[in-house]
T-cell receptor, first 113, second 113 residues
Framework: QQQVKQSPQSLIVQKGGISIINCAYENTAFDYFPWYQQFPGKGPALLIA?????SEKKEGRFTISFNKSAKQFSLHIMDSQPGDSATYFC????????????FGAGTTVTVRA | GAVVSQHPSWVICKSGTSVKIECRSLDFQATTMFWYRQFPKQSLMLMATSNEGSKATYEQGVEKDKFLINHASLTLSTLTVTSAHPEDSSFYIC?????????FGPGTRLTVT
């Protein structure tokens, strides 16, 4: 049973456009929500993360929006660039179980030049 | 900071042999490390949680006698795939936890012939 549901499965965006990826969770014990970026044949890299005490966090062109009441969070990639073409995974963890991560299914983003 | 290395990056072995994969946190101490397996175009599947100085905790369905994990120090965890078979061919990725954050290694591509 997947604890974090991610959509869409894939998306194509033009260079300079905005990519939006959504995730939803059920477990209210989750209190840490990271996003990872993975290129083919590489390990995932931590991109940005948020705790539930804030509704938004921005780092450069990447922004996480968090809605605690709806149990949803999303990643916005502003001014998308071809180098952003990768697979993005949302995840969630809590204090229990050594903070192990529950991952979403992943979204493959393709940025067309 | 927060760099995790894996060795080897790729390995080919014959069916029936054993293969050891090392995971090191280079610039921080990790009391907890995790081992994942990833199939093409799929999300990461957690195999086990490894705590320094104690036995690993395996996820349901993962054969602990086949995938031996040793967390010998705060910077090193190893995964040994014993009596490997072609179905064990996969991309194996480790991660190391520092507080809430998990940092991933670059992955090891295992091919069993």
């Amino acid at each position: 049973q997947q604890q974090v549901k991610q959509s869409p499965q894939s998306l194509i965006v033009q260079k300079g456009g905005i990519s939006i990826i959504n995730c939803a969770y059920e477990n209210t014990a989750f209190d840490y929500f990271p996003w990872y970026q993975q290129f083919p044949g590489k390990g995932p890299a931590l991109l940005i993360a948020i705790r539930p005490d804030v509704s938004e966090k921005k780092e450069g062109r990447f922004t996480i929006s968090f809605n605690k009441s709806a149990k949803q969070f999303s990643l916005h990639i502003m001014d998308s660039q071809p180098g952003d073409s990768a697979t993005y995974f949302c995840a969630a963890s809590g204090r229990y179980g050594d903070y192990k991560l529950s991952f979403g299914a992943g979204t493959t983003v393709t940025v067309r030049a | 900071g927060a760099v995790v290395s894996q060795h080897p990056s790729w390995v080919i072995c014959k069916s029936g042999t054993s293969v050891k994969i090392e995971c090191r946190s280079l610039d921080f101490q990790a009391t907890t490390m995790f081992w994942y397996r990833q199939f093409p175009k799929q999300s990461l599947m957690l195999m086990a949680t490894s705590n320094e100085g104690s036995k690993a905790t395996y996820e349901q369905g993962v054969e602990k006698d086949k995938f031996l994990i040793n967390h010998a120090s705060l910077t090193l965890s190893t995964l040994t795939v014993t009596s490997a078979h072609p179905e064990d061919s996969s991309f194996y990725i480790c991660s190391a936890r520092e507080f809430y954050e998990q940092y991933f290694g670059p992955g090891t591509r295992l091919t069993v012939t």
